[in-house]
């Protein structure tokens, strides 16, 4: 059975350890998790990351899309924060 998107463990996740980190080890906040996005805290405001699109990289990996950065994120998927997206499609061992 290939990995799904598991929106509650991603919720559980980031309820008790709301950090994680980007490619290069940037660290970066979740500030909160809707049925649909994922808002992380930035100094100014917050940029959220939906469901949909990260659904949809979890697809593409399934099918043998290799998405190696926020770089391939960005093509491949959306341009919608793909830095922040990617680290957390890694901390859920999707890349």
């Not at 809707?34 to 949909?52: M, Y």
């Not at 990289?57 to 919608?80: F, H, M, S, W």
Request: glycine share 6%; aromatic share 10%; hydrophobic share 40%.
């Amino acid at each position: 059975m290939l990995p799904k998107l598991d929106w509650i463990a991603i919720k559980d996740k980031y309820s008790s350890n709301p950090v994680s980190h980007t490619k290069n080890g940037k660290p970066f906040r979740i500030w909160r998790i809707t049925e649909d996005t994922i808002f992380i805290a930035l100094p100014a405001h917050e940029q959220g990351v939906s469901r949909v699109n990260l659904q949809r990289a979890v697809d593409l990996i399934n099918q043998g899309t290799v998405i190696a950065g926020p770089a391939d994120y960005k093509r491949l998927v959306c341009d919608e924060r793909p830095a922040y997206a990617w680290g957390i499609l890694k901390d859920f061992s999707f890349v």
